[in-house]
C-alpha cells in the first residue's frame, strides 16, 4: 500500500495480530446473531492486507457466521417464545419476521438462501426456520451454501481487482473507517430507540 493512514495502519496491525483470524470468527458469529451490519465492511479491508491466506480469511469468517446462524437456529427452536421475541422486537423487524414465516413455508430454502446472499440481516431466517421447526440440515446446507458464494466470490473479486483494491482502500481508508463506525453507532441508536 502507498500511504500509511491511521486507518490502514490500524487494519495491518489487527491483520498481523496472531489473533485477528479469532476474531474474525467471534465477529462474524456475532454478524450472523446480534450485529444486523454487513461483515464484508470489515472482511474486504482484511481480504486485501492477506491476499496471501483470502481462502483462510473467507473460510473462517464462513465457520464464524456458520456457528453464529446454529446458535440462532435454536434460539428460534427451543427460546422463541422468550429470547426470540425480544430479539425481533429488539431489532424492529417483526414485520418482516411474519412476512418471511410465510416465505419460508412456501420454499424454505429458497427463502434461506437469498437471505443469506442479500444483506438482508439473516437473523430473521435463523430464528423463523428454527421456530418453524424447518429442518436444520437444509437450513445449514442454505446458509452456509449462501454465504460460501458471498465470501468466496468476494475473494476471488478481491485477488482479481489485485492491486487495483489496494489503491482504492489506499484512498479511501479513512473515510470507510468512519463510515464503519457512524453506521454502526447510528444501528445500535435506531435499534436502541426505534
Given at each position: 500500500m502507498?500511504?500509511?493512514?491511521?486507518?490502514?495502519?490500524w487494519y495491518q496491525k489487527l491483520a498481523s495480530s496472531p489473533h485477528a483470524l479469532v476474531l474474525l470468527f467471534f465477529l462474524s458469529a456475532m454478524e450472523a446473531t446480534l450485529l444486523p451490519i454487513a461483515l464484508e465492511l470489515v472482511l474486504v479491508p482484511y481480504m486485501?492486507?492477506?491476499?496471501?491466506?483470502?481462502?483462510?480469511?473467507?473460510?473462517?469468517?464462513?465457520?464464524?457466521?456458520?456457528?453464529?446462524?446454529?446458535?440462532?437456529?435454536?434460539?428460534?427452536?427451543?427460546?422463541?417464545?422468550?429470547?426470540?421475541?425480544?430479539?425481533?422486537?429488539?431489532?424492529?423487524?417483526?414485520?418482516?419476521?411474519?412476512e418471511f414465516q410465510e416465505t419460508l413455508k412456501?420454499?424454505?430454502?429458497?427463502?434461506?438462501?437469498l437471505v443469506g446472499?442479500?444483506?438482508?440481516?439473516?437473523?430473521?431466517?435463523?430464528?423463523?426456520?428454527?421456530a418453524?421447526?424447518?429442518?436444520?440440515?437444509?437450513?445449514l446446507f442454505a446458509a452456509g451454501a449462501a454465504r460460501a458464494l458471498r465470501y468466496y466470490v468476494l475473494a476471488l473479486i478481491v485477488l482479481w481487482l489485485g492491486p487495483y483494491t489496494e489503491r482504492l482502500w489506499g484512498k479511501y481508508a479513512g473515510p470507510v473507517g468512519w463510515s464503519i463506525l457512524i453506521l454502526a453507532g447510528?444501528?445500535?441508536?435506531?435499534?436502541?430507540?426505534l
Open positions: 502507498t500511504k500509511n493512514t491511521k486507518t490502514q495502519q486485501v492486507l492477506e491476499r496471501k491466506r483470502i481462502w483462510l480469511v473467507a473460510s473462517v469468517a464462513l465457520a464464524g457466521f456458520m456457528a453464529g446462524a446454529v446458535g440462532g437456529y435454536y434460539i428460534g427452536f427451543a427460546l422463541f417464545d422468550t429470547a426470540g421475541e425480544w430479539f425481533i422486537s429488539y431489532l424492529s423487524i417483526q414485520d418482516y419476521y411474519q412456501e420454499d424454505g430454502f429458497v427463502a434461506i438462501f446472499v442479500t444483506p438482508v440481516p439473516f437473523q430473521v431466517a435463523m430464528l423463523a426456520a428454527g418453524g421447526d424447518y429442518p436444520l440440515s437444509l437450513f447510528t444501528m445500535l441508536l435506531l435499534t436502541q430507540f
